[in-house]
Structures are given as C-alpha cells and as structure tokens.
C-alpha cells in the first residue's frame, strides 16, 4: 500500500435541485493499492460519492482528485460499477462487454478475458435481457476490469449473488487487492467488507463519521464494559461491587461483566490480585462491526453522547 | 472519436428498433409512392374518359420520375418517420441506464455523443438511399410490366434526390434526438416531436396563407423547408395534384442552409445537454 492517494475528497458536497443534500462536506481519502470499504445507511451517500468520482454526477462544492486528476479525466484507468448493472438488453453479455471495450479502446478480446474471470463464460453468447440478477452483477463487475483498472469503484457487487457467488466475489476482491490495485467497496455485507478490506470509512448523512481499519473501528467505540475471567468467582464479584468506580457487575457464562471505564482495567487487576483472586482473561468487551456501524450511524437524538472516542477514527468528534 | 463512432455503430446496427423503422419507412414510401397511384391508374384505365390521368399516374411511377416521386416522399412522411429513428437511438439509452456504462468509459461525453450523431447520421443515408434503391426497383420492374421505356435520371439528378432526402430525414432525426436527451425519454421524444412536425408547423404553414407575415416564419421551419427543397427538386406540391408537404420552391439554397441550421443546432444543443446534466 502506498504514502499515495488514489482518491481524496476534500469538503464534497452535493445539493440536487429541491434541497436535497445527498453529500454535505465529505473528506475521504483511499491510498493507492488499499481496498477500502464504503459503508453507510441507505441515502447516506456512498452511490453519490461513486457517481461524483467517474463523473457522472458533478460535485456543488469541494474537491475531488481521482488518480491525480479531477473526476472524468482519468476513466481509461478507473472501473466502476455503480448501483446496479446497466446493459444493453438485445445484446448478449459478450456483446456488451465488446461495446464497453470499443469505448475503451481496449481490444474484444479482453471481454473473453473479464468474462472467465467473473464465471460468466457459459452464459457469454446469452442476451442480457436473459440473465438472472447474479449474472447482471457478475457482468457488471466484469465490465469494470475490462481495463485492468488502477482503481476499482464497487457499489454493493454482490447484490444478488448466491452464496457460491459472494464468495467468489470476495475471493477476486482479495486478488485484486493482492495486485495492488486500489479498491473503493460499498456493501451492507458487513462480513464481506470485514474479510477483504484494508481500511472502512463510514459515512452518514454525507458526512464521515468513523474511518479505520475493522480493529480500529471495533475498539473506536468503548463499550464500557470489561470481560473478566477470574477465581473464584463470587470473590471477584464480592470485590468489584465494594469498588465504587464499578457500576455494575453481571456474570454471563462464567465470565464477568463489569460495567466500567475500561481504562481502570490495571487498577481492578490489581485490586482483584490483591483480594487473592486469580485473574485469568482481563479485557475490554469490543463491538462487532455491525455493532460499531449501528452505533456509528443510529440517528442523532438516540445516539449516545460519549468522551471517550478516539477523535482520530471517528469523524463524528471532530 | 472514432472509438466512440465504432461502438455507437456497434450498438445502433444491432438495435432491432433501427431496422423495424428502416423497413417501415420503406414499405410506407413503396406504398404511397408506387402502390397507390399505381392501384389508382389500373382503375381508370378502362375510362377513356380518364384516360390523361391515368397515363400521368402511370408515369408517376416510372422510372422516369423517380428523382420527383422519391424526394416528394420525404417532406413529411419521410420527415415523421426519421424523427421516431432519432429519439429511438439515444432515448433508449436513458430508459435502459446504459449511459452510466458509456459515459464511465474513456471518451469524453461530447465525443460519446458526436460518435452517436455521426452514426445516425449514417443511418440517415442508409434510409435515404433504400429508398431510392427500392423505388429504382419497383419502378423498373412496373416499366416492364408495362412494357414502357425505362427512362431512368440521371445519376447526378439522383444523387442530388438522395443528398436531399438525406438532408432531410437527417435533420428530422436530430429533432428526435436532441429531444429525447432534453425529455431523458423515447416516448415523450416522440410525442413532440411528432406534434411539433406534423401539427405545429403545419399549423403555422396553413395560417401563413391567410397572415402573411407568417411567410417569413414559415421560411425558417424545419417541414416547409423540407418541403421547398423537395419542391426545388421538381416534386409537385399538393396544390398542384403532388405530395402533402412538398411545396413550391425555385431555389434550394435557403430550404438547404435551413436543413443544415437545424441539423447542427439540434446535434450541439442535445450533446451540450447531456454532457453537462448529471447521468442517474
């Protein structure tokens, strides 16, 4: 991964006609050769930002760069494939594939290519109008790498797929990556986006709100709660509650969970070592990332307010 | 550039619209042009008293009068048919959202859409020329059924007709065109399109003969200018017993100008629009 960047938004926004802010001061920035994952609500944003990336739709403010270049520039290196799959009906897959190219510049011969690479061989000479909604979003991704694309723009690839064919999908994720080419992935498949990506950036409402990697956007959030393992255990649990920095203590499955500042992990340590408790597994209780993006981008009033998030990783504190 | 006139003719040859049109215009020219004066003739044949009218029905079509049997065609059935090709071609493309995968590849917008005018300019002069070719056909083979001297034009004659008929349907096409991307629509294009042609101008051409200053207006139309071209050509208009449409002219110079006038504003304006609207 690259000191580069392949992609820097800096203050986007964009305001369609009527009042409708679908990007309101977006700041993303993707290195060159890391796959990122896009996540956000629906109507957050993400489709809008892939648009205002390959130019389809035109920024209201702000700065884009892709690859260097203002948006539109660049395309012969950029592959999209953005909401879902766009053909020519009449035609076949292999047809369309040999249209993109022709605009392309690059030869027919590379539909053959993209089309083993997404699986879509057997069903080539078929007309789009024909394909299942799997096949539509294999031939999509399909007309994305007809370039062999330095960068990679995916909005929801496996929408649709069976699972054979998310798997599939994730395995070409990772191999792209592998080659260095730099990936932009918008999914709600959060397992997906987990096992393939570099880095996440999460956006709501137009706006960044968290980015990181999965570890750092699963630790970003304090739970406030600590997972101790220790024995035995009604002693420990004597010993917590006579703490007054201990807001609660349960036990679940034989392990504690004490409601806590987890920064006071040491000190309770100690304390429970003291008592003549063996402590065996001491550590933070961490989100899920399904967990983390519902915290990340619940709606404002219900949104609990918290100082303990790390104001490098989550846009929302700063 | 000629990246984006090889896919766009990759696309539109393939585009089973194109062709439906192509073969109804066709038939549609061989059955006012040829079938229906020819039906005409056979039943006044036998009138001796109608005898003048059905020779000069038979002669209509002959080889003879192909150039003004042919041009007199295109004025307004001609013109109404080729606006449907125009909103056909670039209208789908917005109903099946395949911009976003023309426009997401390496030409620029306004190489995209200069590559489709250049190739539905060519379908123009594929549709000009069949129809020529097709009236040649039919009339040759009525000469001999009838055992009449193939006068055929000359060739320069004839490719004046199909120049103009090009000229023409190509600037009717780019009313289509350029209407479809303004509507994002194929049916809206062609609603408009159709009104604006068949009932808007002839509305103001038919009000010019009672308002005289309308002349002037009626001068700079798209259907009687079409029409004054195919009249400069020797087609007879309508008053003179000729085609609806076709109107008397001495000259094709302004007709022509005109022609060209819409066809480059109607190309410029729609792929000004569609390179600076959002896509999606």
């Known amino acids: 991964?690259?000191?580069?960047?392949?992609?820097?938004?800096?203050?986007?926004?964009?305001?369609?006609?009527?009042?409708?802010?679908?990007?309101?001061?977006?700041?993303?920035?993707?290195r060159e050769g890391e796959v990122?994952?896009?996540?956000?609500?629906?109507?957050?944003?993400?489709?809008?930002?892939?648009?205002?990336?390959?130019?389809?739709?035109?920024?209201?403010?702000?700065?884009?760069?892709?690859l260097g270049e203002p948006p539109g520039r660049q395309l012969a290196r950029v592959g999209a494939l953005i909401?879902?799959?766009?053909?020519?009906?009449h035609l076949s897959g292999r047809d369309n594939l040999r249209l993109a190219a022709r605009y392309a510049g690059v030869p027919d011969a590379a539909a053959d290519r993209v089309l083993a690479e997404v699986g879509l061989t057997d069903?080539?000479?078929?007309?789009?109008?024909?394909?299942?909604?799997?096949?539509?979003?294999?031939?999509?991704?399909?007309?994305?790498?007809?370039?062999?694309?330095?960068?990679?723009?995916?909005?929801?690839?496996?929408?649709?797929?069976?699972?054979?064919?998310?798997?599939?999908?994730?395995?070409?994720?990772?191999?792209?990556?592998?080659?260095?080419?730099?990936?932009?992935?918008?999914?709600?498949?959060?397992?997906?986006?987990?096992?393939?990506?570099?880095?996440?950036?999460?956006?709501?409402?137009?706006?960044?709100?968290?980015?990181?990697?999965?570890?750092?956007?699963?630790?970003?959030?304090?739970?406030?709660?600590?997972?101790?393992?220790?024995?035995?255990?009604?002693?420990?649990?004597?010993?917590?509650r006579a703490d007054d920095r201990v807001a609660a203590v349960q036990q679940v499955d034989g392990q504690l969970r004490v409601s806590t500042d987890p920064a006071l992990a040491g000190a309770l340590n100690r304390l429970l070592v003291t008592a003549g408790v063996e402590v065996r597994e001491l550590r933070p209780l961490r989100h899920s990332l399904e967990e983390a993006f519902l915290e990340l981008t619940a709606p404002a009033p219900s949104r609990p307010q918290r100082s303990d998030q790390p104001a490098a990783t989550t846009g929302a504190n700063r | 550039m000629i990246a984006s006139v090889r896919a766009a003719w990759f696309a539109d040859r393939r585009r089973p619209a194109v062709w439906t049109v192509t073969a109804t215009w066709t038939l549609l020219a061989l059955a006012f042009g040829i079938g229906i004066p020819y039906l005409v003739h056979l039943s006044l044949a036998g009138d001796p008293e109608q005898a003048d009218a059905a020779e000069t029905l038979l002669a209509a079509?002959?080889?003879?009068?192909?150039?003004?049997?042919?041009?007199?065609?295109?004025?307004?059935?001609?013109?109404?048919?080729?606006?449907?090709?125009?909103?056909?071609v670039v209208g789908n493309e917005y109903r099946w959202g395949t911009l976003n995968l023309i426009f997401t590849q390496r030409p620029r917008r306004g190489q995209v859409l200069a590559g489709h005018a250049v190739v539905l300019s060519g379908l123009t002069l594929l549709v000009a020329v069949a129809t020529f070719g097709a009236l040649a056909l039919v009339t040759g083979v009525?000469?001999?059924?009838?055992?009449?001297?193939?006068?055929?034009?000359?060739?320069?004659?004839?490719?004046?007709?199909?120049?103009?008929?090009?000229?023409?349907?190509?600037?009717?096409?780019?009313?289509?065109?350029?209407?479809?991307?303004?509507?994002?629509?194929?049916?809206?294009?062609?609603?408009?399109?159709?009104?604006?042609?068949?009932?808007?101008?002839?509305?103001?051409?038919g009000l010019a003969l009672v308002l005289s200053p309308l002349t002037v207006l009626q001068k700079i139309l798209l259907a009687p200018s079409s029409g004054a071209l195919a009249g400069a050509l020797g087609a007879r208009s309508q008053f003179d017993g000729g085609t609806p449409g076709v109107l008397e002219s001495s000259s094709a110079v302004l007709p022509t100008v005109v022609l060209l006038g819409y066809t480059l504003l109607m190309f410029t304006l729609g792929s000004w629009l569609a390179a600076r609207r959002d896509v999606g």
């Open chain 1, 83 to 89: 909401e879902s799959p766009t053909f020519y009906p």
């Open chain 2, 61 to 88: 079509v002959l080889p003879g009068q192909l150039v003004t049997t042919g041009i007199g065609l295109f004025p307004l059935f001609g013109g109404a048919i080729v606006v449907i090709l125009g909103a056909l």
């Open chain 1, 123 to 240: 069903r080539a000479g078929s007309p789009f109008r024909t394909y299942s909604l799997g096949m539509k979003q294999r031939l999509g991704v399909a007309a994305a790498l007809l370039k062999e694309p330095s960068l990679l723009i995916l909005d929801e690839p496996t929408n649709g797929l069976d699972p054979a064919g998310v798997a599939e999908m994730r395995e070409l994720l990772r191999t792209l990556g592998q080659r260095g080419q730099t990936v932009l992935l918008s999914s709600h498949v959060l397992a997906e986006v987990e096992q393939v990506c570099d880095r996440i950036a999460v956006i709501n409402r137009g706006r960044l709100v968290a980015e990181g990697t999965p570890d750092e956007l699963r630790g970003a959030l304090g739970t406030g709660v600590l997972l101790i393992d220790a024995d035995p255990t009604d002693e420990a649990i004597a010993c917590l």
């Open chain 2, 142 to 205: 009525l000469a001999m059924v009838e055992g009449r001297a193939a006068d055929w034009p000359p060739v320069a004659d004839l490719a004046g007709a199909v120049a103009a008929a090009w000229l023409i349907c190509t600037a009717h096409a780019s009313i289509g065109w350029f209407l479809a991307i303004a509507f994002r629509s194929t049916a809206t294009a062609i609603a408009i399109g159709l009104v604006w042609t068949l009932v808007l101008e002839n509305a103001i051409s």
């Open chain 1, 1 to 30: 991964m690259g000191d580069r960047f392949a992609v820097e938004l800096h203050e986007v926004s964009k305001r369609y006609p009527g009042g409708v802010t679908a990007v309101d001061g977006l700041d993303l920035r993707v």
């Open chain 1, 36 to 66: 990122l994952g896009f996540l956000g609500p629906n109507g957050a944003g993400k489709t809008t930002t892939m648009r205002m990336l390959v130019g389809l739709v035109r920024p209201s403010g702000g700065r884009i760069r892709v």
